[in-house]
């Protein structure tokens, strides 16, 4: 998934407490820079700091990060000789969701009455939803064809 120009993620979504693998083609594997590290932290104070040296690959820079909680995953790169691609100054920001952990049951341990009540809501939409595409299933080309009349009550 692409979620920046030349920056690209093995997964759809960014999710706290998981691995994600970067592929960076920006400004400094352009300029053929030999050695890029991406230096990257947490949140809006940047917690947790690291700097990962990335490998040079026909795809372009690779690492794989861990990531750890905080609202944002906070990044830029930096080459050899010092030079930076940092978004034009404003860093790249991307959010991170949070793990769902409310359908996960483990070994003995009860439901959350808040999850029970999600999980019978969807399942109500669920039941609306199958019961509206069988009645337009069977009665739209009975109403298209003509062959469909109404009962008319008689007072």
């Not at 990060?65 to 930076?84: A, M, P, S, V, Y």
Request: glycine share 6%; aromatic share 12%; charged share 30%.
């Amino acid at each position: 998934m692409e979620l920046s120009k030349n920056i690209f993620f093995n997964t759809d979504k960014l999710v706290e407490n998981s691995k994600v693998k970067i592929s960076y083609l920006g400004k400094l594997y352009q300029d053929a820079s030999e050695e890029v590290s991406i230096h990257y932290g947490f949140g809006l104070n940047w917690d947790n700091v690291n700097d990962i040296k990335m490998e040079k690959t026909d795809l372009g820079f690779q690492a794989e990060i861990q990531l750890l909680e905080g609202d944002t995953f906070n990044f830029c790169f930096r080459n050899g000789n010092d030079e930076w691609d940092n978004n034009d100054g404003q860093n790249y920001v991307f959010p991170l969701e949070k793990v769902q952990n409310e359908l996960i049951v483990l070994d003995d341990e009860p439901v959350a009455l808040g999850s029970a009540k999600k999980l019978r809501k969807s399942y109500l939409w669920s039941k609306k939803i199958r019961l509206a595409v069988y009645k337009i299933i069977t009665y739209l080309p009975k109403l298209i064809s003509g062959n469909y009349k109404r009962k008319v009550k008689e007072n």
